[in-house]
């Protein structure tokens, strides 16, 4: 017991840790104090299931309290913390980048949903069906010069599958010689790889020669420049920066698994460093991540044969859980509020478990029911 060590509580670790877990109290209560003794004693336990090498704890630790109680931990901190934005699913890239109260998000989402797909295909040629939310490798910094390059776009009023970019071809339109021939024809393919290749100059329109685009009218003009504004950010490099395009899927699983250099079975995330607009969607990821390596590590064990296929099991901790994902409707906690709630409701067939820190939840929410 915490507040008195005389008093002995025997727990069964395999049946006590085989069940999603909850700890509840108000603040200052010592709900952080306890998730630390308990982890501390299943780590240091001499029987039970976390004495397995493959065994692991994952704790979210948003006020950066858990280092000192496991100084042999792998630790992740805002400084060491990558998660490459290519491994965001759809849900979770719209939330950063698309303001869903916008009046103009239909068309942001259309176009956006359109480039990724595309510079996915592009990156990943050797697939054979590719979709928005595949989970492949694409270059966001492409995606962004199409964009630009698409909401500032011109089009031969008499040939509308010519497009109006500035080269040496033009030499004519400077003395008002438009006959109609000019223009970049492109495929849409070919048009886009183009746009994605560089940022293009495009001729001014002109009554009864050239035109506007059909989103060079200004509705894209908000949704560039944030897009630009978030991906360029250094408070946000641990998702976009340069170390996103070298990524794996491997290494990162490596890195939050704790297979890295110490080898140890506890990894604390520290997320006190991470921006709130974005601390929904970093747990979001890391949760998603963690359950499908779950899956597919029992699901291939099992299809090649093998008998065992539970012995790695993990268990993610989320402290101060309310505060990104509260029994709330908006849709910057959608995601996070997805990921944990199929946590809850699947996670035990696949050996990750979830022990959960919060105030006093509502009797109403999905998560206590499934705890």
């Known amino acids: ?106 068309n942001q989402s259309a176009v956006f949903r359109n480039l990724v797909t595309e510079n996915k295909r592009k990156h990943n040629p050797s697939v054979a069906s590719v979709f928005y939310d595949s989970p492949l490798k694409f270059d966001v910094h492409e995606v962004l010069n199409a964009l630009y390059n698409i909401k500032n776009e011109t089009l031969n009023a008499k040939d509308e599958s010519r497009y109006m970019v500035k080269d040496s071809s033009y030499a004519l339109l400077a003395e008002g010689k438009t006959d109609g021939s000019h223009g970049l024809q492109f495929t849409e393919e070919q048009r886009l790889t183009k746009y994605f290749e560089q940022r293009l100059e495009f001729h001014q329109s002109k009554a009864q020669s050239i035109t506007k685009g059909s989103y060079a009218d200004g509705s894209l003009d908000k949704f560039f420049a944030r897009f630009e504004s978030k991906i360029s950010q250094e408070r946000l490099s641990f998702l976009f920066g340069a170390a996103a395009g070298s990524a794996t899927l491997e290494g990162t699983l490596k890195t939050l698994i704790g297979y890295g250099d110490k080898n140890s079975n506890v990894t604390v995330i520290d997320l006190s460093g991470v921006p709130f607009e974005v601390l929904s969607i970093t747990v979001s990821l890391i949760s998603r991540l963690l359950f499908e390596y779950g899956y597919y590590y029992k699901v291939l064990r099992s299809c090649a044969g093998e008998s065992v296929n539970n012995d790695a099991p993990i268990l993610l901790v989320y402290e101060e859980a309310h505060k990104y994902v509260p029994n709330s409707e908006l849709a910057k906690f959608r995601a996070s509020k997805f990921s944990i709630e199929r946590l809850a409701k699947e996670g035990r067939k696949y050996g990750v478990t979830l022990l959960l820190s919060r105030r006093a939840l509502n009797k109403s929410a999905d998560l206590q029911n499934h705890i």
Do not use: C
């Open 1 to 106: 017991m915490v507040s008195n060590s005389e008093v002995q509580i025997p727990v069964d670790g395999n049946k006590f840790f085989n069940k999603h877990i909850a700890v509840v109290g108000s603040t200052g209560a010592g709900k952080s104090h306890s998730i630390a003794r308990i982890v501390q004693s299943a780590v240091a336990a001499k029987n039970g299931a976390f004495t397995l090498n493959n065994s692991h704890v994952v704790i979210f630790d948003i006020h950066s309290e858990y280092r000192s109680a496991f100084p042999n931990a792998n630790f992740i901190g805002i400084e060491n913390l990558n998660l490459p934005y290519w491994l965001l699913n759809s849900d979770e890239l719209e939330e950063i980048l698309l303001d869903t109260g916008e009046r103009d998000n239909y």
